[in-house]
């Protein structure tokens, strides 16, 4: 994340927000939440979980809703492309916080750069 109090001002601070946008605009499908490694025993009689210490691992994505974690299970042959979903709600938030960021300091920005256009201290 960039400090963008030290910028040259309100349009440069604009077209870095155009050009986030933009980026914005190629995100990719993307989905919120965590993906964790679960180790559990099947439940299964005959299964050597059963028998022995081993436990059988899957992958669950890891959400919040009201506060309240949710897990959805993910199958295995979706594992990848489910952590590519992840990991592009990563870049995709990280890029909205970016444009946050310089919104909030076009309005601070905005009353002293009028004053200047002015000729106002």
């Not at 946008?21 to 993307?30: E, H, I």
């Not at 601070?108 to 200047?116: L, S």
Request: aromatic share 10%.
């Amino acid at each position: 994340m960039t400090n963008y109090k030290f910028k040259a001002n309100i349009n440069w601070l604009k077209r870095k927000r155009e050009s986030l946008l933009k980026k914005l605009s190629k995100a990719k499908p993307f989905i919120d939440g965590s993906i964790v490694k679960v180790k559990r025993r099947c439940g299964n009689k005959n299964c050597k979980c059963a028998k022995t210490s081993y436990k059988h691992e899957s992958f669950y994505l890891m959400y919040k809703v009201k506060g309240v974690t949710k897990a959805v299970y993910i199958p295995v042959d979706m594992e990848g492309e489910v952590r590519k979903w992840s990991e592009e709600y990563k870049r995709v938030k990280e890029t909205t916080k970016e444009i946050c960021e310089i919104q909030k300091e076009i309005i601070r920005r905005h009353v002293t750069e009028r004053r200047q256009r002015r000729g106002r201290k």
